[in-house]
């Protein structure tokens, strides 16, 4: 979609000329988000303004769906490209409605339709449009300026998005439920977005690759996987930091290390002597005791060796319920707030979909990480 070749961006001349860019090349993939990720002065930024030609190449060649940048007409161009920045930029002497109509109206879009767009980009990003389109900037949060200034971006529908550092202004708290918004948005439309980040949590969450620069260099281009199991040098390493297992697990969800078929599951209605010579078959502490599919909760042999009547009787409730998409990261929070070794995992109608243990996480972590260490290994034995 977006594919950069030997870009080259130097600033002044002589002496003075300072590289900013050196020799880029990489792909943006139709459809999905890639972050553009490093320390301050490391060129990502760079890269965004030269996609839109807010800056000029020195060398190299940009081209958008086989269309180099340099043979579009600079106005055309941008007004193909949706742009959100950090300082939201939106027009202070404009209503809501009208920061989000300018594009479409230098489209030529016609009132109605126009209309129709800020009501319907207003209700994607949780703003009732009867009570924000007629409001004003500086009447709203920095976190509702924010999804105006997502909206607005999307205004003209463009397949591309260009979003340099859009929720760092924004608190820690707002700036969560953004990310959240913005990537239910994306779930549903699918837009190829080049997303500038200084932080590394939030590229990991929101990129479905990332591109690490460092000194207008392009060090590593990868999934969030692979650059945090597989780390290309010692800068993205140490970019990535030294909790690299924990973002590992905020990367992967229940539904990667499910268990969907338990050998303890036990029915409410099942005798506690049956249970407890089924459990002692299976070797297990305990079971999850299902009535019609739906968890009721556990027992243990402990329980169960003092009961005669039916199970359902004796059974003690899980703390919560957790579904598959939930991070794994969450779960071993959960594990350690609860202190229990296993959940019981459910589905949209609460029925029961399978189990997720500290022995699960514990593999999935250690796998994650066994081509790394066989690749060490490797470069040891040559």
Request: contains cysteine.
């Amino acid at each position: 979609m977006i594919t950069y070749e030997s870009v080259t961006k130097i600033f002044g001349k002589g002496k003075n000329a300072v590289t900013a860019l050196d020799n880029i090349n990489f792909t943006l993939p139709k459809g999905e988000v890639v972050v553009f990720l490093g320390p301050s002065g490391c060129g990502k930024t760079t890269t965004l303004r030269l996609t839109n030609r807010l800056e000029t190449l020195t060398r190299g060649n940009i081209t958008i769906e086989d269309q180099n940048i340099m043979d579009l007409n600079v106005v055309q161009l941008r007004q193909r490209l949706g742009y959100v920045i950090q300082a939201i930029g939106l027009f202070p002497n404009k209503t809501i409605a009208e920061n989000i109509a300018v594009v479409p109206k230098l489209l030529r879009w016609d009132e109605d339709r126009i209309s129709k767009r800020i009501d319907e980009l207003l209700q994607m990003t949780n703003l009732d449009p009867d009570l924000y389109r007629d409001r004003y900037p500086a009447e709203l949060s920095g976190g509702q300026q924010q999804r105006v200034g997502v909206a607005r971006g999307l205004a003209a529908d463009p397949k591309i998005l260009l979003m340099d550092e859009p929720f760092g202004a924004i608190d820690p708290i707002n700036r969560e439920e953004i990310q959240d918004e913005f990537l239910k948005l994306q779930a549903k439309l699918k837009k190829t977005v080049a997303f500038v980040s200084h932080d590394i949590h939030e590229a990991i969450k929101m990129g479905d690759r990332i591109a690490i620069f460092e000194g207008g260099r392009l060090v590593q281009y990868d999934t969030p996987e692979m650059i945090l199991t597989q780390p290309k040098n010692k800068f993205v390493s140490d970019f990535v930091g030294a909790d690299r297992a924990l973002k590992v697990l905020g990367l992967m969800r229940v539904s990667d290390i499910i268990n969907r078929k338990p050998k303890n599951i036990i029915q409410g209605a099942d005798l506690c002597k049956e249970a407890l010579h089924l459990l002692k078959t299976k070797e297990s502490r305990y079971g999850i005791v299902l009535e019609e599919n739906k968890p009721i909760g556990f027992v243990t042999q402990k329980i169960l060796n003092y009961e005669e009547g039916p199970v359902r009787d004796v059974v003690e409730s899980f703390p919560t319920y957790l579904s598959e998409k939930v991070p794994l990261r969450d779960v071993l929070s959960a594990m350690l707030m609860y202190n229990t070794p296993t959940f019981c995992i459910v589905d949209g109608d609460k029925n029961f979909a399978g189990t997720v243990t500290y022995n699960d996480i514990q593999k999935a972590v250690k796998a994650s990480y066994a081509d790394e260490t066989e690749n060490v290994e490797t470069e040891v034995i040559s």
